[in-house]
């Protein structure tokens, strides 16, 4: 993989302690609930893309908190599309 998304996600690999998971702002911001996400310590990065200064966030995802739903949603969504998929 080569390109920007690629080179970011693993400059936020390096910074994910293991077993944490690590999402940029812009995965987090396709969330209607992101209670889960917090920035993480050493966000925002910072780089240079077209000769400009630029920062991008990034979060730590506390997946820890969903383990008690899980057993469920695979049973819940029973085949149906992500699209018809909503939270409550």
């Known amino acids: 993989m080569l390109g920007f998304a690629a080179n970011f996600a693993a400059k936020c690999e ?8 690590v999402a940029g702002e812009t995965l987090v911001s396709l969330f209607a609930q992101q209670d889960g996400f917090t920035q993480h310590k050493y966000s925002p990065k910072e780089y240079d893309r077209d000769y400009e200064r630029k920062y ?13 739903v899980l057993p469920t949603a695979a049973e819940q969504a029973n085949g149906t599309p992500v699209e018809f998929i909503s939270i409550h």
């Not at 991008?56 to 008690?68: A, V």
């Open 56 to 68: 991008y966030r990034f979060y730590d995802y506390r997946w820890r908190d969903i383990l008690p």
């Open 14 to 21: 390096k910074v994910a302690n293991s077993w944490e998971i």
